[in-house]
């Protein structure tokens, strides 16, 4: 069936670096986001995609969808603390993105 | 602010007993919701999809008798876990999908059966 994998599967970075992470997919998805969650919370929508090659920024957030519609990332610029977390992506194939697979996730650790 | 709500936050209850967790959109409409699975440390695994006025689809390996899904309203869906047992223990997260491709999350129910 469809799967997400996403990379790394953790990081740990100095305040203030930027961050780098994709997701990549075998088949093609016509939606992607990227949540955040942070323990005992549900995911939080960072950012929306909705058309191969898009660029979208959301603060110091910015996330690409893919020419092949097989793959996103997402960047972080100037990492604060409040940005630990596990980041998600999701993908789905419905032009109404009704229909979500996630990813496993990335975990982000960030040391002052 | 949150556009999506559950409750309860936490519920702990014994082996064997039924548990009730409810999801809102807050506000606006969602003919469907989404309620997901999520074991510590792991991605959130979709369970059912709930659907206003029809019966939900369940995906596969989920067992309707026991996860029972109501979607009573334009603004609400209710996950009842049947006879739960230690091994349903886990953090239930609903989802409304809202306008174009945007999908909203609420804060997620965490079931403990003892």
């Known amino acids: 069936g469809q799967q997400l994998n996403q990379s790394p599967q953790s990081m740990f970075i100095q305040e203030g670096e930027d961050v780098s992470m994709n997701c990549t997919s075998s088949?093609?998805?016509?939606?992607w986001l990227w949540y955040k969650q942070e323990p005992g919370e549900g995911p939080v929508l960072l950012i929306a995609l909705y058309k191969a090659g898009e660029l979208t920024s959301n603060g110091r957030l910015t996330a690409q969808f893919g020419i092949t519609r097989k793959d996103s990332f997402l960047n972080i610029s100037a990492s604060i603390p409040s940005d630990v977390g596990i980041y998600f992506c999701a993908g789905s194939r419905d032009n109404y993105g009704q229909n979500f697979v996630f990813g496993p996730g990335t975990r982000l650790s960030v040391l002052p | 602010g949150a556009v999506v709500s559950q409750h309860p936050s936490r519920v702990i209850c014994k082996s064997g007993t039924s548990v009730k967790i409810e999801c809102r959109s807050l506000d606006f409409q969602a003919t469907t919701m989404f309620w997901y699975r999520q074991f510590p440390k792991q991605s959130l695994m979709l369970m059912a999809t709930s659907n206003e006025g029809s019966k939900a689809t369940y995906e596969q390996g989920v067992e309707k008798d026991k996860f029972l899904i109501n979607h009573a309203s334009l603004t609400l869906s209710t996950l009842t876990v049947t006879s739960a047992h230690p091994e349903d223990s886990s953090f239930y997260i609903c989802s409304a999908p809202r306008g174009h491709n945007e999908q909203f999350f609420g804060p997620g129910t965490r079931l403990t059966v003892l």
């Open positions: 088949s093609i998805f016509n939606t």
